[in-house]
């Protein structure tokens, strides 16, 4: 079992550039959700993808958006990076909606925003 | 909204001795869930320990035990005879117990174990 897997694991982007990571599951699960952590913080709730759709979000701009594809995989989209936005992107999978699941977390994306 | 508190940015332990992670959270929820994650230096958040808000009895994963306290919002971790594998970040976390999970983080505390 491969797990959760993100890609890349490292970016360096520009500011005002767009940006779109990668997540895959763990093998059965149908749930995604990302979160952001700054350095030296804990992760914050971005959204969480659910059979296609955004089931819930955080207090996130519309800069930031998703999409959920049919074999569960998911992207995350960020617009008009700000410096502030350079952060660990971890994304955590779930074999369904219940809020006692354990969430499988990838190894994350170091964003640079430069 | 809902919040959790870690009060220790940093500790450290002796190897093989027992060390208490302290986290304290907000809500106004009865029924909620509560975990301890650990993420080492490869950044990959793994589940210590988990405690659902209906259940008295602490939870316990072989090494790993919760101090949960209802009334008080307070659920500490304890680590005992402590290895060189255990050092890294420690996360408390919440989530509602409704719906989708959506965990809400402390801002962590780095455990250094000493050999």
């Known amino acids: 079992d491969a797990g959760v897997t993100q890609s890349p694991t490292h970016l360096i982007k520009t500011r005002g550039q767009q940006v779109t990571l990668r997540c895959s599951p763990k093998?059965?699960?149908?749930?995604v959700s990302w979160y952001q952590q700054a350095l030296g913080q804990g992760p914050q709730f971005i959204f969480q993808?659910?059979?296609?759709?955004?089931?819930q979000r955080g207090n996130f701009p519309d800069r930031f958006s998703g999409h959920q594809f049919p074999n569960y995989s998911s992207e995350l989209n960020v617009n008009a990076l700000l410096l502030g936005d350079s952060a660990l992107y971890l994304c955590?999978?779930?074999?369904?909606?219940?809020?006692?699941?354990?969430?499988?977390f990838g190894q994350g994306t170091r964003l640079t925003v430069v | 909204a809902q919040t959790v508190t870690q009060s220790q940015p940093e500790m450290s332990v002796q190897e093989a001795e027992t060390v208490t992670l302290s986290c304290t959270y907000d809500t106004s929820e009865s029924d909620y869930y509560l975990f301890w994650y650990k993420q080492p230096p490869s950044r990959q958040m793994i589940l210590v320990i988990r405690?659902?808000?209906?259940?008295?009895q602490n939870a316990t994963e072989n090494r790993f035990s919760v101090n949960f306290q209802k009334a008080a919002k307070s659920f500490s971790l304890k680590i005992s005879d402590s290895q060189l594998g255990d050092a890294a970040m420690y996360f408390c976390a919440y989530s509602i117990i409704q719906g989708a999970q959506k965990l809400v983080f402390g801002q962590g505390t780095r455990l250094t174990i000493n050999p």
């Open positions: 093998s059965g699960h149908d749930t």
């Open positions: 405690q659902e808000a209906y259940k008295q």
């Open positions: 955590a999978s779930s074999g369904r909606q219940g809020a006692g699941t354990e969430a499988f």
């Open positions: 993808y659910y059979e296609e759709e955004e089931r």
